[in-house]
């Protein structure tokens, strides 16, 4: 009996016909993944990064300090005084000189008193003052005008003593008594205070370093021979 194969349903494609046909699909697909991820990374937004530092070159060595003149051998400040003056029983030799701030002033008197048994007391006493401690104790017999590096000269006690009264209350004054010194008739009496770095020269110090001569004169008063060598910082 004859059949109709109208009726039968056709074959499927052949495999290959179906790849075919989906191939530009998925080549589509890839080209499109790809420019999408590409505009992504392009979207995307980059962290910034630091430029890397140079190399730090060694800082030039710089130049050692210069030696100030205490380190080269020499006080910044200097002064010696050297004089003789003749003083009566009742007068002590008095050093007046600029101080070293600006404005003041510095006083030194020494005062003889001879001992029973020969010898020589010296009483030292020294005043840092103002101009205005000055003026108040009308101290200008004592402080000339003109101050010259050897000048010593020979007033009353009295008048020393009264000017002590006067300024050594006062805050712009500060006066220091040293220790009595004492010597034979004719010779000298030392007092030093110094400092001074470790293996540095003898003569290389800062401080001062007082010495006093005094010999007796036939009518009870004193020659008093003065060498003061005062050291000090700026």
């Known amino acids: 009996m004859p059949t ?45 990064t630091a430029d890397p530092k140079p190399a730090l070159s060694a800082a030039p060595a710089l130049p050692s ?33 600029p101080g070293q701030t600006p404005g003041t002033n510095l006083l030194i008197s020494v005062t003889p008193f001879p001992m029973p048994d020969g010898t020589v007391q010296m009483s030292i006493r020294e005043a840092q003052l103002s101009e205005s401690a000055i003026d108040l104790a009308d101290g200008g017999e004592l402080f000339p005008d003109s101050f010259e590096p050897d000048r010593v000269n020979a007033i009353p006690i009295p008048r020393v003593e009264s000017f002590r009264e006067v ?40 401080g001062k370093s007082y010495e006093i001569r005094t010999k007796s004169l036939t009518d009870g008063g004193f020659q008093i021979d003065v060498d003061l060598d005062l050291r000090e910082l700026k």
């Open 167 to 206: 300024t050594e209350w006062l805050t712009t004054t500060t006066w220091i008594s040293y220790p009595t010194m004492v010597a034979r008739d004719g010779e000298s009496a030392h007092f030093v205070s110094k400092i001074s770095k470790p293996g540095a020269p003898e003569d290389d110090w800062l």
């Open 65 to 97: 300090p210069k030696s100030d003149s205490t380190d080269a051998g020499t006080p910044a400040l200097s002064r010696r005084v050297r004089g003789t003056v003749r003083v009566a029983g009742n007068e002590a030799a008095v050093v007046a000189l």
């Open 4 to 48: 109709d194969d109208s009726n039968l349903p056709s074959d499927p494609a052949p495999a290959t016909e179906v790849r075919g046909r989906w191939l530009p699909f998925l080549l589509f697909a890839v080209a499109l993944g790809f420019v999408i991820s590409v505009l992504f990374i392009s979207l995307r937004p980059r962290v910034p």
